[in-house]
């Protein structure tokens, strides 16, 4: 089991920056792939950013690529993304997901391939 907390979420005007981190604790040296998700209310969770542990083999979304960038501190055991050029409709819930032996693998960017999640964190961005 690897324990996932994010933080830095917030609300900002369009246009601006946000870094969301997610720190993991617990057998983190079982994880092949870590991932940042996101959601609203009424729809379902989406996949926005996702990379591989060990080879930094990155996936994004095409409604974030060139704006966002994940990325993988291992000496902090940390995942980042870093969201530049926001927009009104990135407004959701941010999730910070792990995937360790156990799980299918049914894509990098999809939902059910993760099996540790945190509870996540709001961004909020204004226009």
């Known amino acids: 089991q690897v324990q996932l907390v994010e933080s830095g979420g917030g609300s900002v005007q369009a246009g601006g920056s946000l870094r969301l981190s997610c720190g993991a604790s617990?057998?983190?040296?079982?994880?092949?792939?870590m991932a940042w998700f996101r959601q609203v209310p009424g729809k379902e969770r989406e996949g926005v950013a996702a990379m591989m542990s060990n080879d930094g083999n990155r996936w994004y979304d095409d409604s974030v690529k060139g704006r966002f960038t994940i990325s993988l501190d291992n000496a902090k055991n940390t995942l980042y993304l870093e969201m530049n050029s926001l927009k009104p409709e990135d407004t959701a819930m941010y999730s910070c997901?792990?995937?360790?032996?156990?799980?299918?693998?049914?894509?990098?960017?999809?939902?059910?391939?993760?099996?540790?999640w945190g509870k996540g964190t709001q961004v909020t961005v204004s226009s």
């Open positions: 617990g057998y983190i040296n079982n994880v092949n792939y």
């Open positions: 997901a792990a995937r360790t032996p156990g799980s299918d693998y049914y894509g990098a960017l999809i939902r059910d391939t993760y099996n540790n």
